[in-house]
């Protein structure tokens, strides 16, 4: 190979090095961005924001299903990356904390306010059609004016 080959061949793998990483960025960011509990709770007072804590374990095929299935959607994902500080709870390594908020089955989410208080739970898995109306329910606090039957009503 010549130098203006060589050179050739370097500019196009840079080009199309660039574009698998402007390609790929959307997949690397599109996940749910979660946080240890001490590190979550304390992101949430600091950012003003509630706190969505998911309590899971390897061996809970439910919690498997909820992470595929409603958690990777992009719009879910989205959802609670802008509007919440997700906290993601391994039940059996950290029982304290699963104990401290009740946990008796998997999954279960825990919704917190801005300053830690307990807003509520919703043990079991939930369906991705069902979740964001949850969320949303949560972030704008319409639970403190209605409920959830009566939010869904209003859309």
């Keep these: 190979m010549n130098q203006k080959t060589l050179g ?3 500019n196009r793998f840079i080009v199309i090095l660039i574009m698998l990483l402007f390609t790929a960025a959307p997949v690397f960011s599109a996940g749910v961005r979660w946080h240890r509990y001490d590190t979550g709770l304390a992101l949430g007072k600091k950012e003003r924001k509630k706190v969505f804590m998911y309590f899971w374990a390897e061996w809970c095929k439910f919690c498997e299903q909820m ?3 409603t958690l990777s959607k ?3 994902a989205s959802y609670l990356n802008e509007n919440f500080v997700a906290v993601k709870v391994n ?3 950290e029982q304290r904390i699963a104990m401290k908020y009740f946990v008796r089955g998997l999954p279960t989410t825990w919704f917190l306010g801005e300053r830690g208080e307990k807003i ?3 043990p079991g898995y939930v369906s991705p059609a069902m979740f964001l109306p949850i969320l949303k329910y949560i972030h704008t606090d ?3 004016k ?3 039957k009566e939010f ?3 859309k």
């Design 8 to 10: 050739l061949f370097f």
């Design 67 to 69: 992470e595929k299935e």
């Design 74 to 76: 992009p719009e879910i």
């Design 91 to 93: 039940s059996d390594m």
């Design 120 to 122: 509520s739970n919703l």
């Design 142 to 144: 319409s639970y403190k």
């Design 146 to 148: 209605m409920s959830f």
């Design 152 to 154: 869904i009503n209003k």
